[in-house]
């Protein structure tokens, strides 16, 4: 098997297992929070409760659920893209997993849209009232943020040109 089939492999197994998960604690939350008192972890600060999500956070673009297909597809085609042109070795690991971050999480709030209507939130921070969310969503903010420091302090502009959608001459896409 050759390294390029390899890395895909490996990306979608570890979108695999960190969908389930995804949907495994979303499956913990439908059976032990839906129709409960809130669960308080710590006082005034976090709690887990259960809230069925038909928009995005802090229930913004309720009911648009084609428009977060359409973002979730942008989103996995970009991810691709990269994973294809991404260049093999070490150095590039960690663009690696963002994008499997990115992608688990999309495809895991992605399943919940298209199998329910909503997405399942339970993660509450009470104490910052931030809006409530799950682990897909942990994974697209974690990823996204190491996304952002990777592409501007970490890769060199060179590094980063195998991404490009710019031709040189004689090389096609």
């Not at 992605?110 to 209507?117: K, L």
């Not at 897909?136 to 302090?153: G, I, K, N, R, S």
Request: glycine letters at 8%.
């Amino acid at each position: 098997m050759n390294c390029k089939w390899k890395q895909f492999a490996g990306f979608f197994l570890s979108c695999a297992v960190l969908i389930g998960l995804d949907q495994w604690t979303k499956a913990l939350a439908v059976g032990h929070l839906k129709g409960q008192n809130p669960m308080v972890l710590l006082e005034g600060v976090f709690e887990l409760t259960y809230l069925e999500n038909r928009g995005a956070a802090f229930g913004m673009l309720q009911g648009r659920q084609g428009f977060f297909f359409l973002i979730a597809a942008v989103v996995i085609a970009a991810a691709l893209f990269a994973l294809w042109r991404m260049p093999a070795g070490k150095r590039f690991l960690p663009l690696y997993f963002s994008a499997i971050g990115v992608v688990a999480g999309a495809v895991g709030n992605m399943i919940d849209r298209t199998v329910q209507g909503y997405v399942v939130d339970f993660f509450y921070f009470r104490l910052i009232n931030f809006p409530v969310f799950n682990v897909a969503d942990c994974y697209v903010t974690v990823a996204a943020a190491a996304l952002v420091f990777l592409l501007l302090f970490y890769y060199k502009e060179s590094e980063l040109e195998p991404f490009s959608l710019k031709r040189k001459k004689g090389e096609s896409l």
